[in-house]
């Protein structure tokens, strides 16, 4: 790997002090599971590393009944946190997927938030990709059964994160530090497609940090993820959804349903939650709304299985959302 400076941060003053403004000259180190990966491999390249282990690692109730999770708060200390397991059932499935358990004891939530693209055209240093500012994505004719139905174009990636799909799913805010202060982005909004952003994947700029993740209170809302891979052994998701359902005798009077592995950003349909909404909480409505989820699909040339596997994720997580067998 390239040889770079590094800076331990002791708080997130001086890891702010660190950063600066150009893209990727210089990075953040939490847990490494992505970082590491990518200097290896090159593609990564900065002139200095900043180790962020310093910041809030701690989750805490917010005022107004939800939580507040620090980014250095581990995956493995996430999915024990009993309010995590007990209210939003949905992130902690979700962090339970990701991994190995020698992951799950290192990596953390602002890392998965923030990891890159798993796009093998991407993380090969021989292939010039449009994301990497070549004059191509080479999945259009390349090997693409993993690549994105939804969403995608100029560049085909499918999202990463599983920790950031449940997260849109409750409506999570994530906090934001830099020289300009701090501010609260909804999840949803933060996760940019390769059209608007075409070198990275979220709004965050060089010189910012992401910090928190902020959920707001569960109140009665149910949820549920269901995750789809080759192997039940460690292996990255062909497709998973992530739904929280609000249910009122047996009807779902709101809902959101957000897939990931699917498209470049989590992929919240709005489609699904329409065919949801004041319909019986049965096997029957959730066929619809995962029919209703995918019917946008464009497939490419050797992943149009992909949208089979997505409808049934997205099925079976409105049914266990909703305490229904299949």
């Known amino acids: 790997m390239k040889p770079f400076a590094y800076v331990k941060a002791a708080d ?3 890891a702010l002090a660190a950063l600066g403004r150009e893209r990727g000259k210089v990075l953040p ?13 090159r593609i990564a390249t900065p002139d200095r590393v900043v180790n962020v282990k310093g910041l809030d690692g701690t989750i805490t109730a917010t005022p107004d009944g939800g939580l507040r999770i620090g980014a250095a708060v581990r995956l493995v200390d996430l999915i024990a946190h009993a309010t995590v397991s007990s209210q939003y059932a949905a992130l902690a499935e979700a962090a339970s997927e990701t991994g190995t358990p020698q ?13 890159r693209p798993r796009c093998w055209y991407f993380r090969n240093e021989e292939f010039p990709c449009l994301k990497k500012g070549g004059a191509r994505c080479y999945s259009v004719d390349g090997e693409n059964q993993f690549h994105a139905i939804l969403g995608g174009g100029p560049c085909h990636i499918v999202h990463p994160s599983s920790l950031a799909v449940p997260l849109v799913a409750f409506g999570a805010k994530l906090r934001v530090v830099g020289p300009r202060g701090e501010k609260e982005v909804l999840a949803e909004e933060f996760y940019e497609l390769p059209e608007r952003n075409l070198y990275g994947e979220t709004a965050l700029r060089p010189d910012e940090l992401l910090t928190h993740v902020i959920l707001p209170p569960a109140k009665a809302m149910k949820s549920a993820t269901y995750e789809v891979r080759f192997r039940s052994s460690h292996d990255w998701p062909i497709a998973f959804a992530s739904v929280a359902l609000a249910l009122a005798n047996g009807t779902v009077s709101d809902a959101r349903v957000v897939l990931g592995a699917v498209a470049p950003i989590p992929w919240r349909s709005p489609e699904a939650e329409a065919a949801l909404k004041g319909q019986p ?46």
């Open 12 to 14: 997130e003053k001086q």
């Open 29 to 41: 180190l939490a847990g490494g599971m992505d970082l590491v990966s990518l200097l290896k491999d």
């Open 103 to 115: 992951i799950r004891n290192l990596g953390t939530v602002g890392g998965n938030l923030m990891q």
């Open 281 to 326: 909480a049965n096997e029957a409505t959730a066929i619809k709304a995962a029919e209703a989820a995918l019917a946008g699909a464009t497939p490419m040339t050797q992943n149009a299985y992909k949208v089979q596997v997505a409808r049934t994720a997205v099925k079976r997580a409105i049914l266990h959302a909703a305490g229904v067998s299949a």
